[in-house]
């Protein structure tokens, strides 16, 4: 048989804990002339049958008829006010809680406005208070059967996620990850203006919501990157990704000055010819080396049906730079190769 609870109090609330369950299970039993302690920050809602009832402030209160009306009615306590009667009691705290975590789950993919589809995960705070306890009572203890902090903590994230991946969705249509510190700021307005009526309905005050960190996936962290680099070289996307394909035909061609030419050619798309011309005026002697043979395309590169533009030979001049600014080649290396383009570019066509 439940014992008999003659003081019903919640004396060691903890600075996280937001509901404490009094029995902690099971149904209590309480009579009239019991007495109810209500600490500051504290409501004391009595439950009965699956609804809050009755509720009590701060303060020290004599449980009667008079201020059980609710559960005295439901129960009939005016036949024998000795008579213990089945009830429990849930203290709900109404301080701030100011460091609530949520967090994505995983990646969640939405546009961004400049550089299109990104991956992202998204970690945060809000802060919050029970506004109304008998609602909170009612539709997180009674709906959700949840009788601890943990529990109503999880589920209280859950809400907010809920709410979370169409708000980045929405912002993200118009703001880019490039603009990080403006947008953790316009996200956490969103998603609280979004969620705020949620809360409410659950007799919660959503008070401030804050994006701490929005992470980038490896992916669109390496686009964030291009695209620094390009707005440091004051490059495009095509002149950008030229230079890429530049490195690794590099790479592919093998290593040297020589390696590097082919790559210039690569890179740039202007045709193989270009290229030759390149690779020829890298592979031209230092003082004291002997002249080599040239090789027979190079010799083609020469010729009148070989002859680039002056856009084409800007556009190497181009990708060079961002070649050495990307370190691949030496600076002795991009000085020799600039100078031979530059000489190309004074008698090129337009």
């Given at each position: 048989m439940p014992r008999v609870i003659d003081v019903i109090e919640w004396p060691d609330q903890g600075p996280n804990e937001i509901v404490r369950r009094v029995p902690?299970?099971?149904?209590?039993?309480?009579?009239?002339?019991?007495?109810?302690?209500?600490?500051?920050a504290q409501v004391a809602v009595f439950y009965r049958d699956g609804k809050a009832l009755d509720s009590f402030k701060e303060g020290r209160h004599t449980l009667s008829t008079a201020n059980l009306p609710l559960l005295s009615s439901l129960i009939g306590l005016a036949t024998n006010s000795k008579t213990p009667f089945p009830a429990e009691v849930y203290f709900v705290t109404t301080k701030d809680f100011l460091d609530m975590k949520w967090g994505t789950p995983g990646e969640i993919t939405v546009p961004d406005s400049v550089l299109g589809m990104v991956q992202l995960r998204a970690f945060g705070t809000y802060s919050m208070a029970i506004s109304d306890p008998i609602r909170f009572v009612n539709q997180v203890v009674g709906v959700q059967g949840m009788y601890t902090t943990a529990q109503i903590n999880d589920y209280l994230r859950g809400v907010m996620l809920s709410e979370v991946a169409s708000v980045i969705g929405n912002v993200m249509k118009t703001r880019s990850l490039l603009d990080l510190a403006a947008l953790q700021a316009d996200l956490g307005a969103a998603i609280q203006a979004k969620a705020v009526d949620d809360f409410d309905a659950l007799g919660i005050q959503l008070k401030k919501v804050y994006v701490v960190q929005v992470q980038p996936s490896e992916e669109t962290a390496k686009a964030i990157a291009q695209r620094s680099a390009m707005g440091a070289l004051g490059v495009n996307y095509m002149q950008y990704q030229?230079?890429?394909a530049m490195r690794e035909a590099a790479q592919n061609e093998g290593s040297g000055v020589a390696g590097a030419g082919v790559g210039l050619g690569a890179g740039i798309g202007v045709g193989q010819v270009l290229g030759q011309a390149v690779a020829a005026g890298m592979t031209q002697p230092s003082p004291g080396q002997a002249q080599p043979q040239q090789p027979q395309q190079s010799q083609q590169a020469a010729s009148p049906s070989g002859v680039q533009t002056k856009a084409q030979i800007r556009a190497a001049m181009t990708n060079l730079d961002i070649r050495l600014a990307n370190g691949e080649i030496s600076e002795a290396t991009y000085n020799r190769?600039?100078?031979?383009l530059s000489k190309a570019l004074e008698t090129?066509?337009?």
């Open positions: 902690e299970q099971g149904q209590g039993d309480i009579r009239l002339g019991s007495q109810v302690i209500v600490r500051g030229a230079g890429q190769l600039y100078e031979n090129a066509p337009d």
